[in-house]
C-alpha cells in the first residue's frame, strides 16, 4: 500500500476525531514515512509495518470509532456527512418537534418573564432615592423611615443588578442549546 493511500484511508476512518488531533497523528504517521524512506524503506514495507490503517483508526478511536459513509450508502438517503435527509424523516423529527415545543414553550416564555420582573424589580430598587425626591417634591412629607429604605434598596439594587446580567446570559445559552437541538434534530445529525 502506498503512503498516499495509507494516509487517504487513516484520515477517512478517523473522519469523527477532533480536526487537530486528526492532523497531529496523520503528521506523525507520515513522519514515519519520512523516516522509512530515509532508511531505505520503500512506503509498502513502512505501510506494512505500520498495519492496517482501519485498525489503527479503531484504535485510536476506541468506542468512540464509526466507520465512514460512502457513496454507496448515500442511496439509503444518508449523506457524507452522516445526515439522514430523507423527506419523510424530515417530517417526523418536525412534528416531534413541534409537539414537544407546544411543552417546552411555556417554561421558556415563563423563564424570560421572571427574568424580566427581576430586571424590573433591580431597576425600581435603584430608582427609589429618585420616587423619593417626586414625592416630596410633589407634596408628600418627609419620613426618615422612607430615606433609610430608600437608601436600603439602592444598596440591594446595586449587589443585584451584576446578577440580572449573568442570569440573562445563562438563560440565553439554555435557550439558545434548546434551539440549537431543535435545528439538528430536524435537519436529522446526530
Given at each position: 500500500?502506498?503512503?498516499?493511500?495509507?494516509?487517504?484511508?487513516?484520515?477517512?476512518?478517523?473522519?469523527?476525531?477532533?480536526?487537530?488531533?486528526?492532523?497531529?497523528?496523520?503528521?506523525?504517521?507520515?513522519?514515519?514515512?519520512?523516516?522509512?524512506?530515509?532508511?531505505?524503506?520503500?512506503?509498502?514495507?513502512?505501510?506494512?509495518?505500520?498495519?492496517?490503517?482501519?485498525?489503527?483508526?479503531?484504535?485510536?478511536?476506541?468506542?468512540?470509532?464509526?466507520?465512514?459513509?460512502?457513496?454507496?450508502?448515500?442511496?439509503?438517503?444518508?449523506?457524507?456527512?452522516?445526515?439522514?435527509?430523507?423527506?419523510?424523516?424530515?417530517?417526523?423529527?418536525?412534528?416531534?418537534?413541534?409537539?414537544?415545543?407546544?411543552?417546552?414553550?411555556?417554561?421558556?416564555?415563563?423563564?424570560?418573564?421572571?427574568?424580566?420582573?427581576?430586571?424590573?424589580?433591580?431597576?425600581?430598587?435603584?430608582?427609589?432615592?429618585?420616587?423619593?425626591?417626586?414625592?416630596?417634591?410633589?407634596?408628600?412629607?418627609?419620613?426618615?423611615?422612607?430615606?433609610?429604605?430608600?437608601?436600603?434598596?439602592?444598596?440591594?439594587?446595586?449587589?443585584?443588578?451584576?446578577?440580572?446580567?449573568?442570569?440573562?446570559?445563562?438563560?440565553?445559552?439554555?435557550?439558545?442549546?434548546?434551539?440549537?437541538?431543535m435545528s439538528s434534530?430536524?435537519?436529522?445529525?446526530?
Amino acid at each position: 500500500m502506498s503512503k498516499e493511500h495509507f494516509i487517504n484511508l487513516l484520515r477517512l476512518h478517523l473522519h469523527n476525531m477532533d480536526p487537530m488531533e486528526r492532523d497531529e497523528l496523520i503528521a506523525e504517521y507520515e513522519a514515519h514515512f519520512l523516516f522509512g524512506q530515509q532508511s531505505g524503506k520503500k512506503e509498502e514495507q513502512v505501510a506494512s509495518e505500520l498495519g492496517d490503517p482501519i485498525d489503527l483508526a479503531k484504535q485510536v478511536m476506541g468506542d468512540q470509532y464509526r466507520p465512514p459513509y460512502h457513496i454507496h450508502e448515500q442511496s439509503n438517503n444518508v449523506d457524507s456527512s452522516g445526515n439522514n435527509s430523507s423527506s419523510s424523516g424530515v417530517i417526523i423529527r418536525s412534528l416531534g418537534v413541534i409537539f414537544l415545543s407546544i411543552f417546552i414553550f411555556p417554561f421558556l416564555l415563563t423563564g424570560w418573564t421572571m427574568w424580566l420582573t427581576y430586571a424590573i424589580l433591580v431597576f425600581t430598587f435603584l430608582i427609589s432615592p429618585f420616587v423619593l425626591v417626586l414625592e416630596l417634591m410633589f407634596g408628600g412629607e418627609f419620613l426618615t423611615a422612607e430615606v433609610f429604605l430608600a437608601s436600603l434598596l439602592v444598596g440591594i439594587g446595586l449587589l443585584l443588578v451584576t446578577s440580572v446580567r449573568t442570569v440573562m446570559r445563562w438563560y440565553l445559552v439554555i435557550n439558545q442549546k434548546y434551539f440549537n437541538w431543535m435545528s439538528s434534530t430536524i435537519k436529522g445529525r446526530k
